[in-house]
Antibody
Framework: QVQVQESGPGLVKPSQTLTLTCSVS??????????WSWIRQPAGKGLEWIGR???????NYNPSLKSRVSFSMDASKNQFSLQLTSVTAADTAMYYC????????????????WGRGTLVTVSS | AVQMTQSPSSLSASVGDRVTITCRAS??????LGWYQQKPGRAPKLLIY???NLQSGVPSKFSGSGSGTDFSLTISGLQPEDFATYYC?????????FGGGTRLEIK
């Protein structure tokens, strides 16, 4: 069974770059037809999909963040990462990584297996 | 982007009740809709995918229906563990978009 776990700095200063890592166990991030997503949730608010990276390394980002966000994969560590530049207080949130799944041979981008999340606070 | 309008935003119900939550998409999304349950301090848990398919391990008290632009999640025989926040998510088109959430509270 696949498990994903987020890790990151916890506290980031305004205007700096946030880097989060999602460590994957129970599956290889570079095989299969899976999508690996990042989603965030400010405290007490709803969910926002940040984007996804595919097993091939192709990416798709939410236009609301597109100019500031980038994803990467490290197959040797079985991890994928998020970088968010020029952070502000509005980026303070719980950040989740998640994997999609395939049903009856049909694979979609729908996030299925989520990590527990990592809380990021942007403050000086 | 496809906008997902979820209603109601909050709902009070009693143990044993049957409740329905709806999501309306701003354009047709075929059946590419999922429902999640989120409890405080926990990650969302997928309940329903492709509008009406029950995710493995999810009890049959949860059911989904709809197509095109209008979708619903029905929970039958509410139990204390069902009181949580529920979200819909469309994955027909990028960016994926969530509904605003429905907080289900005990009456």
């Amino acid at each position: 069974q696949v498990q994903v776990q987020e890790s990151g700095p916890g506290l980031v200063k305004p205007s700096q770059t946030l880097t989060l890592t999602c460590s994957v166990s129970g599956a290889s991030i570079s095989s299969g037809s899976y999508y690996w997503s990042w989603i965030r949730q400010p405290a007490g608010k709803g969910l926002e999909w940040i984007g996804r990276i595919y097993t091939s390394g192709s990416t798709n980002y939410n236009p609301s963040l597109k100019s500031r966000v980038s994803f990467s994969m490290d197959a040797s560590k079985n991890q994928f990462s998020l970088q968010l530049t020029s952070v502000t207080a509005a980026d303070t949130a719980m950040y989740y990584c998640a994997r999609s799944s395939c049903n009856d041979g049909v694979c979609s981008v729908l996030p299925v297996d989520w990590g527990r999340g990592t809380l990021v606070t942007v403050s000086s | 982007a496809v906008q997902m309008t979820q209603s109601p935003s909050s709902l009070s119900a009693s143990v044993g009740d049957r409740v329905t939550i709806t999501c309306r998409a701003s354009e047709g999304i075929r059946n590419d809709l999922g429902w999640y349950q989120q409890k405080p301090g926990r990650a969302p848990k997928l309940l329903i995918y492709d509008t009406f398919n029950l995710q493995s391990g999810v009890p049959s008290k949860f059911s989904g229906s709809g197509s095109g632009t209008d979708f619903s999640l029905t929970i039958s025989g509410l139990q204390p563990e069902d009181f949580a926040t529920y979200y819909c998510l469309q994955y027909y088109d990028y960016p994926l978009t969530f509904g605003g959430g429905t907080r289900l509270e005990i009456k």
